[in-house]
Structures are given as C-alpha cells and as structure tokens.
C-alpha cells in the first residue's frame, strides 16, 4: 500500500488550503474555533460559497453537479476543511441522502431534488431513530398506510437533527408488517411543510437546541417519493448509515483539536508555574491519543487505496471500514475533549451557556477557548451512541468478521 501523496494530490492540498483560507468568513471561523452556536443563516451561508466553487459535494460524480473527484481528493478536502477550522455543513442532504438519490433513485426524482440539494436552496434531515428503536433501528414503529396515490404517515421520530431548520426529511416508515422485521420498510422523502407535523425541541446537555422530536399525524405523502422498491428501504437504509459512519468526523478537525490541546497543556496558566505538557503522565496520554489518531489516519488511507483499486463506490453498501471508522473516530474525539477539560482545570467549570449563543459580549471566565470546553465534551458524549452505538458496531464487527 502507498502510503505518500502523488504530486497532483499535494498541489490539490495547496490549492484547497488556499481557497479556505481566502473565502472562509472570519466571523465563522471564530465560532468555529471558539464553539459558539451557528446559526442557519451562517450553515447556508457557507454552503453556498461552496456551491459557488463547485465543492459543496465532494462525493456527487460531476455527472449531477459533483466535482469528480477521486478519493484521496476528497479525503484532502475534508481533512483540510477541519485543519482550516472552517464550518461543517449539515450532512443528511449531499452527504448521505444525496448519493442515495444517485444510486437508487428514479430520473424524475434526481431532477427534482438533487438541484436545490445542491445549491442549498434545500436543507434535509434524517427520520431514523424512535422512542423505542434507536440502534435497533428495524424495530421501528412509524408506519406508511397506503392510500391512493399517498402514503399516510404516523408515528413519532427522534433525535431528529436541525430538523427545525430543514426543508425535506429522509425517513424510513414501515409499510408492511408481513415477513421479518426488516422488511415491509420503505424510504420516503417528506416535505416538513405538509400538514400533520410537528416539530418539537430536544435541549442536549450542552444545554443548546440541535436535535428534536417530529409527530407525524396523518401526514399524506406522494407514493412517488418513495426511494426505491416498495417494502425494500431496509438495504438503502445501511447503505445510508455506512455514508453517515464515513461523515461522523474529520480527521483534521482532530487535528486541530490535538493542536489545541498540546498549546494549552504548554501554558502553566491553570496548572500553578509548571506546564502540563512537563508532567510525564499527562503528556503520556497526550501522545497516547495522538499515536491513536495516526493510527486511525494510515487506516482511512489503507481504505482509500482500497476502495481506489476497486473502483468507486457508487451504489454499493461500505463495509467494516465504516464500522471500524466510527468507533475508532468518535473514541478518540472524546479522549480528546477530555483531555482538554482536564488540561483547562477549573476554567472548565464556568457554565456560561449564554455565551455559545449569538451576540453575547461578556468577557470571558478564564481564557476565552474554555467557555466552550465543558459544553463541547458533554455534546460529544451523544458520538459514541449516534449511527448506531459502538457496542452494536462491535458486535456487528465480531460476527461479520470474526465470525462470532
């Protein structure tokens, strides 16, 4: 396996690197590097300037408005977008319903929905989990009642994120109860604006509005926004969750997180005239996460000149990669956070929610970067349980792989 860059992929780096250092508002990129809440207008904002460039969807062919990139091209960008400190968009649109649309839906409906998906004219979110079915997610209970021309849609889902701001949902509903639980499922595409819905907030323990509960109650819904066959949503469903895995962090937001760290365990700020970065216990696990993250790095590139000697993707289901991915990544952005409460000490404490929201102007507790610490390493708790949590992942992994 090849390990190194080819020399078109470093100047692919130069030219990303420049472009998000030129065209990334600086309004954003302090909140970015100081955790304060976005707003949509700042999301859709950053979409569009991507849009402007033709990079919004690194993984769309150019065929329907992608950049065609290979790869190791698109593993540059995302890398170089976390290193630059720059926002990240909201993901269930082009990240993971869009190549769905691509590789399973109708030339009718790619006609209709990739466009405003892709200039951001459309925001989306994801109708997966329920009260009663999160990682279990073939448990679920929403049903889709033929009528017609229209499905009638009721149920309730959860943990439904920034569906406050979306336009679409993408959600699986069961539409038959015949033959095992994952079948009988469908994928449906649903207008948020259609009557019957409600949408109601969820505040996480950061204390912030992302993610919320969605009643729907009679909602009719075109049989013609379905995805793929009838009763068959089960396999577009973990061909989805496998593209949400891969979307679950940037390596170079991890980097820049290390960064942060290894700058704040230097200072002897909270740590009485000896820096942390001098306590031998303390830097040992600094370089135990960081050792961690390299690993994690030369297994994304060992993916990628796999899937590059295979072929792209296109409409086939990843495999452990992204079982593997998503543990590994979301384990080791929470080492991280807790390293960095740690390293802030009783800076960290402070609990200054108002000061995440838009258009606070108090002086800081302590440094300025600890305002968000504690907010941050509680919201990222929910990494390990999103996408299916990590002890299903290991059991999916010992009996797929291991034969368990």
Avoid at 225 to 254: C, D, F, P
Avoid at 361 to 371: D, I, M, R, T
């Amino acid at each position: 396996m090849d390990m190194t860059f080819s020399a078109d992929d470093a100047a692919f780096r130069v030219e990303v690197r420049r472009f998000l250092a030129e065209a990334t508002p600086l309004e954003l990129k302090y909140k970015v590097e100081n955790g304060i809440e976005m707003q949509r207008q700042d999301v859709v904002g950053w979409h569009k300037i991507l849009y402007d460039k033709g990079w919004v969807a690194p993984n769309w062919p150019a065929a329907h408005g992608g950049p065609g990139w290979s790869l190791t091209q698109k593993y540059i960008f995302d890398e170089e977008l976390g290193l630059a400190g720059a926002p990240r968009l909201v993901v269930f649109g082009v990240n993971m319903c869009g190549p769905v649309l691509i590789g399973f839906g109708t030339e009718e409906q790619k006609r209709r929905f990739l466009p405003p998906m892709l200039s951001g004219d459309h925001i989306w979110c994801q109708g997966y989990s329920e009260p009663d079915a999160g990682s279990d997610l073939a448990s679920l209970r929403t049903t889709a009642v033929r009528d017609g021309d229209e499905w009638v849609i009721n149920g309730a889902k959860t943990w439904t994120t920034k569906a406050h701001w979306s336009d679409w949902c993408f959600l699986l509903a069961r539409t038959s109860s015949e033959g095992k639980k994952q079948e009988g499922i469908s994928f449906i595409l649903v207008d948020l604006k259609t009557p019957g819905i409600e949408i109601r907030p969820i505040i996480l323990m950061d204390g912030l509005h992302e993610t919320n509960m969605v009643f729907y109650s009679d909602v009719r819904v075109p049989v013609e926004n379905t995805v793929g066959e009838i009763h068959k949503g089960w396999s577009i469903g973990k061909y989805l969750l496998a593209h949400e895995r891969m979307s679950g962090g940037s390596l170079g937001q991890h980097k820049t997180l290390l960064r942060q760290l290894k700058d704040i365990a230097a200072q002897d700020e909270q740590s009485g005239g000896r820096p942390l970065a001098k306590e031998p216990d303390f830097a040992s696990r600094i370089a135990g996460v960081e050792m961690e993250l390299r690993t994690l790095e030369a297994f994304n590139m060992r993916a990628i000149d796999k899937f590059s000697r295979d072929g792209e993707l296109g409409g086939k289901a990843l495999g452990a990669e992204a079982n593997i991915f998503k543990i590994r990544n979301s384990e080791i952005l929470q080492r991280l956070y807790e390293l960095k409460v740690e390293a802030i000490a009783y800076y960290a404490m402070p609990y200054q929610i108002a000061a995440l929201k838009h258009g606070w102007n108090e002086p800081a507790v302590g440094a300025e970067y600890a305002n968000s610490c504690m907010p941050n390493y509680l919201h990222f708790r929910k990494v390990s349980i999103y996408s299916g949590s990590n002890e299903i992942q290991h059991n999916i992994l010992a009996k797929a792989q291991l034969g368990m």
